[in-house]
């Protein structure tokens, strides 16, 4: 038996981590995917890897990533600034995609797309050209996608009268106070419209679906951020009265209304309409939910003159510009995006696919109910501001808006100051 001495050990440890971090270097027939998420996903993500392999002779070797989304950031953000070679794909969300594209860390990939048959079109157009297209060049897809929905009690808008959800946002208020009103007199909680407003991203998600719904929103205009417009200033006024004049939305909505926390006082039977992303479905929907099939889907409303707006989220699927497998890596790309592994995205995970043909799917129609809606959801797709330095930004947004919600600064000065703020972001990093 061969026995190494504690110094020959020592001299081996480098050499043995130099071959477990080359990971994908080791084998050419071997691509390495960061992937993180809830025990479920990961069981998923296993379950495809060993399918993957099975289909197209190429070895799908998962890294693990945490649960926090801030974590997975930093795990990539450190592989990539060291040039690391894998992992050689990598999923991220919608809101780091800009940095990871200004690093140039990511491998542009319309190449690929052509010579692997998978047209552009195969994908939501909004989703492509807003959150995975940058400088011109086309350097992530999406694996799932989010957007901001209208949930409502469709039991209680057909008592009080109503043949369906507002379309507008005055039909929501007139909508709102008569049947909230009512319900009041029978339980003191209910409120009219539940929505995201506490100082966190939510609360930018959330103005970007107002703002763009009144041809609104935040525009880099040579390199120069514009938000303080009229349609911006009509949009934030609607909110603050939504909890002050007309009172249809709770006076904790900024302080403390998260997803979460909108979720509950919908699914307790407190609200009429709750702004929310699309997996409160199936929660609304449990077998022990107050709210179990007397909940609708729909659009956003929009104001007079423009249209519903859905803000963006979901995770992206990128290939690393330093890996040295990329014909493989982006077959696995390919078969990750098929319509077959998607499909069984949606009916195992319940997650929202980024393409198109998935919600004529009887399989998928069958899981979610309202999926010709979600098209159109992800249709009036909206981004947030899509540059690196996004992060600095929406801490500046956040602090404003909340600022007026709360009523703790006048709309003239929280515009006046906060677009000088951007501006001064802006500035600061386009000159580095």
């Known amino acids: 038996m061969f026995l190494l001495s504690k110094r020959g050990l020592l001299l081996l440890l480098p050499v043995l981590m130099l071959i477990i971090s080359c ?38 070797q998962l890294i693990r990533q ?19 070679s894998t992992p050689d794909i990598f999923l991220m969300d919608v809101a780091w995609i800009a940095q990871f594209a200004a690093s140039e860390w990511l491998e542009p990939l319309e190449p690929y797309m052509k010579k692997h048959n998978l047209p552009v079109e195969s994908f939501f157009e909004p989703v492509v050209r807003q959150a995975d297209t940058y400088n011109d060049k086309l350097i992530a897809l999406p694996v799932y996608v989010d957007g901001g929905l209208l949930y409502y009690r469709k039991d209680l808008l057909q008592k ?6 507002p379309a507008t946002w005055d039909e929501l208020v007139s909508c709102a106070l008569k049947i909230t009103e009512e319900e009041r007199k029978k339980n003191r909680n209910f409120t009219g419209f539940v929505w995201q407003g506490a100082q966190y991203e939510g609360l930018v998600c959330n103005f970007l679906e107002f703002a763009s719904s009144n041809n609104g929103g935040i525009v880099l205009s040579e390199s120069q951020p514009v938000f303080d417009t009229e349609q911006n200033r009509k949009a934030v006024k609607f909110m603050r009265d939504l909890i002050h004049t007309h ?7 900024y302080t403390n209304m998260k997803e979460e926390e909108v ?10 309409f709750e702004r929310n992303w699309p997996y409160a479905w199936k929660i609304h929907q449990a077998s022990d939910s107050p709210v179990k099939n007397k909940t609708g889907v729909s659009l956003l409303p929009h104001f007079e003159g423009g249209k519903p707006a859905a803000a963006l989220g979901g995770w992206h699927i990128g290939l690393s510009r330093f890996s040295k497998n990329k014909e493989n890596a982006f077959t696995c790309i390919d078969y990750i995006l098929s319509s077959e592994v998607q499909t069984e995205f949606v009916t195992s995970l319940g997650w929202n696919s980024g393409r198109v043909d998935i919600y004529d799917n009887v399989e998928v129609q069958k899981t979610i109910p309202h999926a010709e809606i979600l098209k159109n959801v992800f249709r009036h797709a909206v981004t947030r501001p899509l540059v690196p330095h996004y992060s600095y930004m929406s801490s500046v947004l956040q602090r404003y808006l909340n600022a007026v919600m709360a009523g703790r600064m006048e709309l003239d000065k929280a ?14 990093y386009s000159n580095q």
């Open 23 to 60: 990971g994908g270097d080791l084998n050419d027939n071997t691509v390495v995917l960061a992937v993180g998420g809830a025990p479920s996903e990961i069981d998923f993500w296993e379950k495809t890897a060993s399918e993957c392999e099975e289909k197209t002779g190429i070895k799908l």
């Open 66 to 84: 945490p649960t926090d989304t801030d974590q997975r950031r930093q795990n990539l953000v450190t592989s990539l600034r060291a040039r690391k």
């Open 160 to 165: 009080y009268g109503y043949s369906g959800p």
């Open 247 to 253: 009172k249809l939305s709770p006076s904790n909505t």
């Open 263 to 272: 979720r509950l006082v919908f699914q307790n039977g407190n609200a009429l």
């Open 415 to 428: 515009f006046t100051e906060c677009e000088s703020e951007l501006g001064k972001i802006v500035s600061q």
